[in-house]
């Protein structure tokens, strides 16, 4: 089993930049397709940004040219920076590691964008 702990979250005004990490408990982490996915108060989850284990990077035209993913896997961590912040970017930010049928979904942080 894969346990994921996500930080980086907190309060930030628009505009402003905060890079989220997703880190992985085992070594294998290689081995999984990676996502970020966000879900606001009353709404759906929904995936902010995917790097496959080769390192192909999706993202919704919400995020495009905003955020960036990354992956190290060296380190077992993922990554998303994210720059020009809006106050509708703001969610509980979730990391899920995907291969075949196994998935795993981190706690969550807390992202925040108001002035």
């Known amino acids: 089993q894969v346990q994921l702990v996500e930080s980086g979250g907190g309060l930030v005004q628009p505009g402003g930049s905060l890079r989220l990490s997703c880190a992985a408990s085992q070594s294998i982490f290689s081995m999984y397709h990676m996502g970020w996915y966000r879900q606001a108060p009353g709404k759906q989850r929904e995936l902010v940004a995917f790097v496959t284990i080769i390192g192909t990077t999706t993202y919704p035209d919400s995020v495009k040219g905003r955020f960036t993913v990354s992956r190290d896997n060296a380190k077992n961590t993922m990554y998303l920076q994210m720059n020009s912040l809006k106050p509708e970017d703001t969610a509980v930010y979730y990391c899920?590691?995907?291969?075949?049928?196994?998935?795993?979904w981190g706690q969550g942080t807390q992202v925040t964008v108001s002035s």
């Open positions: 899920k590691a995907t291969r075949n049928q196994y998935e795993y």
